[in-house]
């Protein structure tokens, strides 16, 4: 059965409600937006409209940029998988692969995914001494099915879409480190990642706090953590080129000290020129310019007393970047690192997401999504998406890096 039968209506479901009224209904874009959603029963998308309805994904992954959403569905010992355009619903392809498998990761217009073994929990793999990944790619007529040599886990596809980066554990029977790896899908050989300045990268330890892509899905990066032996934590962003194939690291202050990782949040700005790294918790702010590849900025920013309470960024096309935690809402200046406008919420925060065109900002609720006028601050009548019981995310962060299926370990 295709999963296009499963999922009869979805497409003219997320086509749906094309009223002009409702939030925003002023102004042209916001009705525009999609948002894409993390909730009990999996990734959703809703269109940014008073009378939205959410259409869930189960067991899916987005691709690099979020433009496309793959799903796979297990039954009677056999895996669907469907691929999903998101801002228009349309399908984009769908596969049959025999076996129980789980979607690992999407490429960064969805045409590949790569499948494996349903995971079983947060940290390293169990051991094993070989890996087997089953890649499907669009233009290709029947899944190809790799047996690797290795305790590999995919992390993301390049944007040619001939190489798969992985993450090898080492020593494979019991893992207790690890190193980036490019695997050629044309010859089926794992080989070494280099940094900018031509250097193999080596075997390390870290843990991994939470990510975020590029808004074109070219770069990928990471915030870890490691603690040396007494007791010190040195933080560092991962930085992974998914079109020119190389990986570097770069130093935070020492004032990032992860002492709660679920206060840390992590943005890119639209044209990807600036990623921006908060820590709700100690209120430090760094600026990252991701070509010269180093912090240019830091700021520190008082946040509120928020200790222990999950943070959230977004990085707006009005100029500013946006900070949650608990329930309150901060504007910091891009330009200026210094803080603006404030909101207190009625409930905790659970995501941030600016609009396409700067305009509205949409803070994700226990059960609704708030909208902000960013011109003016205003609050203005809040979504309530049929479908939705529970939102546990809002915005395109990739925050359950432990608790959900993705392993994600550094090799800097």
């Known amino acids: 059965m295709r999963i296009r039968t499963l999922l009869a209506g979805m497409a003219a479901v997320l086509l749906s409600g094309c009223a002009t009224g409702g939030p925003g209904s002023g102004s042209a874009r916001p009705a525009e937006d999609v948002l894409f959603l993390r909730t009990p029963r999996g990734v959703a998308l809703v269109k940014a409209r008073a009378d939205a309805v959410a259409v869930h994904f189960s067991d899916a992954v987005p691709s690099t940029d979020w433009s496309a ?53 947060g940290g390293y793999p169990a051991g094993r001494s070989s890996t087997t990944f089953v890649v499907i790619d669009q233009e290709s007529a029947e899944p190809r099915k790799l047996t690797l040599e290795g305790n590999l886990e995919p992390e993301a596809f390049s944007t040619d879409g001939g190489s798969l980066f992985v993450i090898e554990y080492l020593p494979p029977r019991d893992p207790t480190s690890y190193q980036v790896r490019r695997l050629d899908l044309a010859t089926a050989e794992v080989g070494g990642v280099y940094t900018v300045d031509a250097e193999l990268q080596e075997r390390m330890r870290g843990t991994a706090r939470v990510q975020a892509a590029s808004p074109n899905g070219d770069r990928l990066y990471t915030l870890y953590s490691l603690k040396d032996p007494h007791g010190s934590v040195h933080s560092f962003v991962h930085v992974l080129s998914l079109d020119e194939e190389w990986a570097h690291c770069v130093d935070l202050p020492d004032t990032f000290t992860i002492a709660n990782e679920r206060a840390i949040a992590m943005s890119v ?57 608990g329930s309150r809402l901060l504007s910091i200046d891009a330009a200026t690192l210094s803080p603006g406008r404030s909101w207190d919420l009625q409930d905790r925060i659970n995501g941030i997401q600016a609009g396409a065109d700067g305009s509205r900002l949409y803070v994700g609720l226990k059960d609704r999504i708030a909208v902000i006028d960013t011109g003016t601050g205003r609050a203005l009548e809040a979504l309530t998406p049929d479908r939705i019981e529970a939102i546990d995310q809002l915005g395109q962060s990739t925050r359950l890096l432990v608790q959900g299926r993705k392993r994600i370990t550094c090799a800097c």
């Not at 920013?301 to 977004?314: E, I, R, S, T």
Request: hydrophobic fraction near 40%.
């Open 69 to 121: 959403v793959v799903q796979s569905i297990t039954r009677d010992g056999d895996t669907y998988v469907e691929a999903f355009d998101t801002s228009s619903g349309d399908e984009l392809w769908s596969r049959p692969v025999a076996g129980n498998l789980e979607v690992k990761v999407a490429s960064q217009d969805g045409r590949q995914v790569v499948l494996g073994r349903p995971s079983d929990g």
């Open 269 to 325: 700005a639209p044209d990807g020129g600036r990623l921006y790294v908060a820590d709700a918790l100690s209120g430090a702010l760094a600026e990252i310019d991701t070509e010269a590849l180093a912090v240019t900025r830091t700021a520190e920013v008082v946040l509120g007393p928020w200790g222990g309470k999950a943070a959230h960024a977004a990085r707006g096309a009005d100029g500013n970047l946006y900070i949650g935690s």
